[in-house]
């Protein structure tokens, strides 16, 4: 897997990603070519902006197939829908260069042109997609990976990879294991000494077990790592694999001597300029569109436009939130509630401002006074801290930062509304805390704007 911004993404998704976009490229570039031919293509590409042209069809070809999910073939569930989907962003991108050419009619390359190259970027893009899910599927392509282990961690770990085709691990060795302990040492032994043997060789093992105190057979483990297979725990697969810490198995020793979990001043003092400047730049852009976000709060019920509430920020500390209201008054009359979808509480313009994040428009406000960063856990109620402390192992750890108007739990997973899912939520948390830099920060920035496009994980 390839590391950017710290966090892991498939060789595989980045090779597609490549791919297509010289598919893109090279279907504009030929369409030039047979309508205008070699020399004029020159003057065009050199003399009349059409290599930047064709760079910003590119671009914006690869950010609807992002904003579609087609690099992320785990939120898909069926072959079919990626090919409906490469239709909506054809589909999108003509009727946007049709918006575009008709009111600047200079953007345009020559007659014809964009045409023909839309219609070679339609093969060419159903043609490879095909081509790729052909070659992945190969055996030849994929890692053979042993997971060690019989307990739930085992079982997580092959589901995983089993529905990660894009990970290119295929698991060929997995056995239940007998209650006793000294059996499961034994059967681990003699697994692993079978697979040394057999001429098909395993190219990765995953450790995956619950408890290794006596059972973790290292001279086998040692004696297959230096026949070169690559021996993995569980943990750093599942967290490279998901952008999360597991909580499960999670000890203290894995934040003491990990890598991560450094806050230094310089990269502080950077987040928060990039905070003020990105909160001072959204008030100023949403500054027109106020006067119309107050009348809908005004007509929708009865009560102020604003709405405070007593948030848990950094070192444990409280201040006050601003949202504008998106709740009838009385909503809270019989105590604190955690908000879920669908909320009844919530009006109707309420649950639309809910949906497109509308209503934390005025946490801006709490950026520039430094209450929260832009990037950042999402600030818990101090009603609900005391419990999710004492149920959900490490949860003060958020505290340790400045709480944020998004984060990287709200891109990846949403709101939470149960002790369940507050854990979850913590696990993408701590990922956050663990492999925070301003380039984490600018990726969630800009997969924020995805989330709203697409009303993932609003209330």
């Not at 032994?189 to 190219?203: G, T």
């Not at 077990?209 to 021996?231: A, Q």
């Not at 928060?272 to 008030?283: D, E, K, Q």
């Not at 201040?319 to 809270?332: L, N, S």
């Amino acid at each position: 897997m390839i590391r950017l911004f710290n966090v892991y993404y498939p060789t595989r998704t980045i090779i597609l990603l490549l791919c297509e976009a010289v598919i893109v490229s090279g279907s504009f570039l030929l369409a030039m070519l047979l309508i205008l031919g070699p020399l004029d293509t020159s003057i065009c590409l050199n003399y009349e902006y059409g290599g930047l042209k064709v760079a910003a069809l590119t671009v914006l070809t690869l950010l609807f197939s992002y904003y579609f999910d087609l690099y992320e073939p785990q939120r898909i569930s069926e072959r079919w829908e990626i090919y409906f989907r490469l239709l909506l962003v054809l589909g999108f991108l003509s009727f946007l260069l049709s918006a575009v050419i008709y009111f600047f009619p200079e953007v345009d390359m020559a007659r014809y042109v964009l045409l023909l190259g839309l219609m070679f970027l339609t093969m060419g893009l159903l043609v490879w997609r095909s081509a790729y899910e052909w070659i992945i599927g190969q055996p030849a392509f994929r890692e053979r990976v042993y997971v060690l282990g019989g307990g739930e961690r085992a079982h997580m770990v092959v589901a995983m990879l089993n529905s990660r085709k894009d990970a290119g691990m295929e698991v060929v060795g997995f056995d239940e294991l007998p209650e006793d302990r000294t059996e499961r040492r034994e059967t681990y032994e003699q697994a692993l000494e079978s697979l040394r043997r057999k001429p098909a060789k395993i190219n990765r093992v995953i450790v995956a077990m619950e408890d290794r105190r006596g059972e973790l057979p290292l001279r086998e483990l040692l004696k297959m790592r230096f026949d070169g297979v690559l021996i993995e725990e569980s943990g750093a697969l599942l967290e490279r694999l998901t952008g999360k810490l597991y909580l499960d198995g999670l000890r203290p020793s894995s934040f003491i001597y990990s890598e991560g979990f450094r806050v230094r001043p310089s990269q502080q003092i950077a987040r928060r300029f990039v905070s003020t400047l990105t909160a001072a730049a959204g008030l100023l852009l949403f500054l027109p569109f106020f006067p119309f976000v107050v009348l809908m709060v005004r007509l929708s019920s009865p009560g102020p436009i604003f709405f405070k509430q007593t948030r848990v920020g950094m070192g444990g500390n409280n201040f006050t939130v601003y949202k504008f209201r998106t709740m009838r008054t009385d909503a809270e009359a019989s105590g604190a509630k955690w908000a879920m979808k669908d909320d009844p509480r919530a009006t109707k313009i309420g649950s639309f401002m809910r949906k497109v994040r509308l209503d934390e428009v005025p946490q801006l406000w709490n950026v520039l006074r430094g209450d929260m960063g832009f990037v950042g856990p999402r600030p818990e109620r101090p009603e609900f801290v005391p419990e999710l402390a004492s149920k959900i192992p490490y949860f003060e750890l958020r505290h340790m930062i400045r709480p944020g108007l998004t984060g990287w739990a709200q891109v990846r997973y949403g709101y939470g509304s149960t002790i369940e899912q507050a854990r979850e939520k913590l696990e993408y948390d701590l990922y956050y805390i663990k492999h925070m830099t301003l380039g984490l920060d600018l990726l969630i920035m800009f997969e924020t704007v995805k989330t709203i496009i697409r009303r993932r994980g609003a209330q």
